[in-house]
């Protein structure tokens, strides 16, 4: 397709499982982000793919959570141990080249996260 | 640390009648400033972007928004709403292109 694809775009699941989310970037764009969107807050930078270096992880909140970033393709984000505030919406955005592009992000439609 | 504030969580407004929405940040320099828009069954996509240069950002889709040093401030504006215009809107700011930090978002509300 031609926008960021995410999957999939709702999953509940019980306290302690473990959830895997996943993005598809637009074809070509080398910078992928993943944000969180809890109720009724801003978007909260997790991390920061950029082509083969290394990933600016400075915004996971715990050690349960995890992303992995295959070249420039799909990212998958990884949430261990699943806790009730983990329920939100996990928004992954790509864009061209950050350093030298235009600021802008291309945010997919997001994973809705229910924790029980 | 950086921050960027939003002060209205929720905004009602008459089709055809004015619309601000309010941003305003916490750093030391001039960042990059970006207004994002959420409609319904949408993601998030770029609605204006602030580089440098006017302190007046072009007019998309009728919006503009203004860019005050002084008070820290990029408030975005449309003259007269569209009911197509409910959605949750989103200041963002950036040093560097690459990490945004965004603000906790204002919905608007529009009424016939």
């Known amino acids: 397709g031609a926008g960021v694809s995410q999957s999939p775009s709702n999953k509940v699941t019980e306290k302690g499982k473990d959830v895997e989310l996943r993005c598809d970037p637009i074809s070509g764009h080398t910078a992928l982000y993943w944000y969180r969107q809890r109720l009724g807050q801003g978007l909260e930078f997790l991390i920061y793919?950029?082509?083969?270096?290394?990933?600016?992880k400075s915004g996971l909140p715990s050690d349960r959570f995890s992303a992995e970033r295959t070249g420039e393709s799909v990212s998958t984000l990884t949430i261990q141990r699943t806790q009730q505030e983990d329920s939100a919406v996990y928004l992954c955005a790509s864009s061209w080249n950050a350093r030298r592009g235009t600021g802008e992000l291309f945010f997919g439609e997001g994973s809705r996260l229910t924790v029980l | 640390a950086q921050s960027v504030t939003q002060p209205d969580i929720h905004i009602t407004v008459s089709e055809g009648a004015s619309l601000e929405l309010r941003c305003n940040y916490s750093?030391?320099?001039?960042?990059?400033l970006f207004w994002y828009v959420q409609s319904p069954g949408q993601g998030l996509q770029l609605l204006l972007k602030y580089f440098s240069g006017d302190t007046l950002v072009q007019v998309i889709k009728g919006f503009e928004a203004e860019f005050k040093r002084s008070q820290s401030s990029f408030n975005l504006r449309k003259p007269s709403v569209h009911w197509s215009d409910a959605a949750e809107y989103f200041c963002a700011v950036s040093f560097n292109d690459y990490k945004l930090s965004f603000g906790a978002g204002t919905t608007v509300t529009v009424r016939a």
């Open positions: 793919f950029q082509g083969n270096s290394a990933p600016d």
């Open positions: 750093y030391g320099a001039t960042p990059y």
